[in-house]
């Protein structure tokens, strides 16, 4: 298994807009907030920032606007070693965008506008065939058009590597499709949305992860925040992975951490479980910053935290 595994991300990059609030606006009405400030996102580039931390080479595959915010996100992500030799600049189109709000708990609100990622379609991804070649792992979301992730599922199981979707935003319906990668890993509240079952329960958010698993998935990998995270595959692994304890600063990118690790733990040949342990240190230690790729932790850091709490593990 390769150490330094190579990670091929497909998909958006945002520059976020950021501002905190004491607590979340109701329809109609109009609160106070501070700190107003912009800062580099997107749940690609995110994925993309996480993996390169991690210790992966990092491929990003997308587009941006040609606008000042794109080439500033094409820099920042290659400030983390990112290869952005395919992140196209579109013309007459903005870069992607997200309004997001954090309350006094450090939960978000977040709303994007698709720019530039809404351009990435199949015909970019097709004629970059090599890329793929080259890929251990290839990661996905879904703030990019379906069919380009489609497309990009396609040409990631000709060359065999391994695919690991996290289905965020949810679309109206999610094709059985799009389930069948190796690993599927939503949160709770999207795991939800595609299966139209409660998971707030411990034993219905198992029902839920396992239904993930029988529409197509090869496993399920729930991020359930506090709870942690539950693993359920095709092969019969079932896990629950307890949460590490950080002091929470700011929710947003926290999942985006954990796939990005989760996809270099994976690559590097853990176990699903001790990949998901991995992965929710990292996505705890993204909660204690405030900002999305401003608070993605390195491989270090991990470990650091991982050895701190050693005693949560089973
Ligand atoms: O997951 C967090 C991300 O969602 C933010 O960085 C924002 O850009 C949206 O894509």
């Known amino acids: 298994m390769p150490e330094q595994p190579t990670v091929l991300v497909v998909g958006s990059i945002n520059m976020d807009m950021v501002m905190r609030v004491a607590r979340m606006p109701v ?22 920032v996480a ?63 698709g720019g530039a990622n809404m351009a990435l379609t199949p015909d970019d991804i097709f004629p970059r065939s090599e890329l793929f070649s080259l890929a251990d792992v290839v990661v996905l979301q879904l703030e990019i058009p379906l069919p380009t992730v489609r497309a990009a599922m396609d040409l990631a199981r000709r060359h065999c590597c391994k695919i690991v979707l996290d289905p965020s935003p949810v679309p109206g319906r999610l094709p059985d499709e799009l389930l069948a990668v190796d690993i599927v890993a939503p949160n709770i509240i999207e795991a939800e949305q595609i299966t139209g079952m409660q998971a707030a ?88 910053k405030f900002g999305a790729q401003t608070a993605i932790p390195t491989w270090d850091e991990i470990h650091i935290l991982m050895e701190d709490q050693r005693e949560q593990s089973p």
């Open 27 to 48: 329809a109609g009405e109009t609160v106070h907030g501070d700190g107003f400030t912009t800062s580099p996102g997107g749940k690609g580039a995110n994925q993309a």
């Open 51 to 113: 993996a390169a931390r991690a210790g992966a080479n990092c491929i990003m595959l997308g587009r941006v606007g040609d606008d000042t915010f794109g080439q500033t996100l094409i820099d920042i992500l290659a400030v983390d070693g990112i290869d952005c030799d395919n992140v196209m600049i579109t013309p007459e189109t903005s870069t992607g965008a997200a309004m997001i709000l954090v309350d006094g708990l450090g939960e978000n609100s977040i709303v994007i506008s």
């Open 201 to 288: 329960e411990e034993r219905a958010d198992r029902q839920v992860a396992s239904k993930l698993v029988e529409r197509g998935a090869g496993a399920a990998v729930l991020k359930i925040g506090s709870r942690g995270s539950l693993v359920v595959s095709a092969d019969g692994e079932i896990a629950r992975v307890p949460a590490y304890r950080v002091d929470i600063v700011d929710t947003t990118g926290a999942g985006d951490a954990f796939t990005g690790t989760l996809a270099v733990a994976v690559a590097r040949g853990n176990r699903l479980a001790d990949a998901a342990r991995i992965a929710n240190a990292a996505g705890a230690l993204a909660c204690t």
